[in-house]
T-cell receptor
Framework: TQLLEQSPQFLSIQEGENLTVYCNSSSVFSSLQWYRQEPGEGPVLLVTVVTGGEVKKLKRLTFQFGDARKDSSLHITAAQPGDTGLYLCAGAYSGGSNYKLTFGKGTLLTVNP | NAGVTQTPKFQVLKTGQSMTLQCAQDMNHNSMYWYRQDPGMGLRLIYYSASEGTTDKGEVPNGYNVSRLNKREFSLRLESAAPSQTSVYFC????????????????FGDGTRLSIL
């Protein structure tokens, strides 16, 4: 079973603070996706990372894929209330004829004005 | 630009009743998925269809059936609803280009909120 552990599960911070969300597994993933979900809506893709050590930036969001492709992090600089939402990581796994996309349980971020 | 459309948005059922959740995508995607989302459990895959004409079980398939009606439509059926199936159900689709369906970004609908009494 390929499990993704996300931490922290909940995060409440003040506007302007920085934060990091972690996504860890004991399995090697062929790619890893990060999604953001707002209440009453479906998740929306933020980024996909594929190569070990890869770093992608999306405005104030920085995504990193671990060198061994077993972990990833999302760093938000100077958080704003509009960043509030549920952040989900999803790892794609292929082993022999077994293919899978597994979601973590999510990090619920609240940014207070 | 509809993307993935799910119907209904809300539904209340009694235990033992049956119903079908509908999903349609207009992005010409090959792969489609059904997930359920429960507090503290994240998104769990119920069934998926990697391409038209194929369906496979995901992580939590018991109590559900699916039909890939055509390339656009993928329905989820609860034959005899149980309170444990109270959840928010999401349909998603993705392309299946190089590197396989499981590596492609998923496009989600806005969900069906299902309560079973």
């Amino acid at each position: 079973t390929q499990l993704l552990e996300q931490s922290p599960q909940f995060l409440s911070i003040q506007e302007g603070e920085n934060l990091t969300v972690y996504c860890n597994s004991s399995s090697v993933f062929s790619s890893l996706q990060w999604y953001r979900q707002e209440p009453g809506e479906g998740p929306v893709l933020l980024v996909t990372v594929v190569t070990g050590g890869e770093v992608k930036k999306l405005k104030r969001l920085t995504f990193q894929f671990g060198d061994a492709r077993k972990d990833s992090s999302l760093h938000i600089t100077a958080a704003q209330p509009g960043d509030t939402g549920l952040y989900l990581c999803a790892g794609a796994y292929s082993g022999g004829s077994n293919y899978k996309l597994t979601f973590g349980k999510g990090t619920l971020l609240t940014v207070n004005p | 630009n509809a993307g993935v459309t799910q119907t209904p948005k809300f539904q209340v059922l009694k235990t033992g009743q049956s119903m079908t959740l509908q999903c349609a995508q207009d992005m010409n995607h090959n792969s489609m998925y059904w997930y359920r989302q429960d507090p503290g459990m994240g998104l769990r895959l119920i069934y998926y269809s990697a391409s038209e004409g194929t369906t496979d079980k995901g992580e939590v398939p018991n109590g559900y059936n699916v039909s890939r009606l055509n390339k656009r439509e993928f329905s989820l059926r609860l034959e005899s609803a149980a309170p444990s199936q109270t959840s928010v159900y999401f349909c998603a689709s993705s392309g299946s280009r190089d590197r396989g369906w499981f590596n492609q970004p998923q496009h989600f609908g806005d969900g069906t909120r299902l309560s079973i009494l």
